[in-house]
């Protein structure tokens, strides 16, 4: 009798551990987004600065002041938050005694997204300019993976996303900066984009582009091609921050957040993606706020500079909200988080790091 009720118990365990499985996975980043902003709203010491605010210090009070910290960051990222209050999870507050961070020691962009998607820190990549990284991330693991091969995709406007994911061996859609799609059968909005992202402004030269060529480039991927796994990386709050510029900081910020908005419409109104997809949305490193001219800056001389923050939401991951006195994450866990919520324990050649206990349902 006992080893019946065993029997019966594993498999209702494993009924339900099936049921919370994910079948798609977005995962997006917003670079060097700090987690003052994303829990408190504006500051209002950088907004009131005249070397920050673009000289426009009243249109970011009348956008996004508010004297509660809880309606601030409603004011700058309105979606990810009425999402948190419902079916969301996100780490990294500290004043609430959720402390999330970098695990490598270098606290800028190629170490920050090599750690989150390979699970692991090698200490080599300490450069921006590092070349193709040798290390197996999960999105390729779980292009390898059955049912996955030609359902992999990313984008990112930060060119350097072809050598941090290993474009010329992943075997799966790479497109950074001013990348385009190749091939016979592309729709018209995607030689939109192509046209429009040809004669944009560059700012930042070819090293990176708009935040909204990724972003529309990605979305008709995601609504044409029908991927399992999508990759979207932001970078306009990290450029802004460090041109000082806070209200484009802030700004990026919101449009972000309205892209989510975007992107979970159309997820929950496709039947191959409504109520089956999970999302993390997260960042590649912190930045300075102890010195608060610090704000525009990162990196191992920052002494804040890797305190992160990640949210979750969708099918798979455990709701909770914002997290209290949580247990101190680090990034590199994130990427056997990601293959979890999809069934897999990712494996590499290197060590990973243990899934985020909790996280997941």
Known sequence: ????????????????????????????????????????????????????????????????????????????????????????????NRLAGSKANNANPYWFSYPGYSELLTGFVDTAINSNGYPENPNLHVLEFLHNQP???????????????????AQSRVGFPVISAFDTLTGKNLTPNQLLVHRMLRDSYRPWGDAECLDVFTHYAALEYLQQKRPRVLYIGYGETDEWAHAGKYRSYLDAAKQVDKWLQELWAFIQNDPQYKNKTAIFLTTDHGRGDIIKRQWTDH????????????????????????????????????????????GYQFKAPHLVAPLVEGFLK
Do not use: C
Not at 30 to 38: C, I, K, N, P, S
Not at 147 to 165: E, M, Q, S, T
Not at 313 to 332: C, H, I, M, T
């Open 1 to 92: 009798m006992r080893f019946i009720l065993l029997t019966v118990s594993l498999l209702l365990l494993g009924f339900a551990n099936g049921q919370n499985k994910a079948e798609n996975l977005i995962i997006i980043t917003t670079d060097g987004l700090r987690w003052q902003e994303v829990f408190g709203g504006m500051d209002t010491a950088l907004a009131r600065d005249p070397a920050f605010n673009e000289e426009d210090s009243a249109y970011i009070f009348a956008n996004y002041w508010h004297a509660n910290a809880k309606v601030r960051r409603k004011k700058l990222m309105p979606f990810l938050w009425s999402l948190m209050e419902k079916e969301g999870r996100i780490y990294g």
């Open 147 to 165: 049912g996955f091969k030609g359902k992999v995709a990313a984008f990112g406007a930060w060119n350097a996303f072809d050598r941090i994911l």
């Open 299 to 342: 990196g191992s001389g920052v002494q804040d500079a890797s305190e992160i923050w990640v949210a979750g939401w969708g099918k798979g991951v455990a709701a909770g909200g914002e997290q209290r006195n949580s247990q101190p994450l680090f990034l590199q866990q994130m990427a056997a988080t990601f293959a979890k919520v999809l």
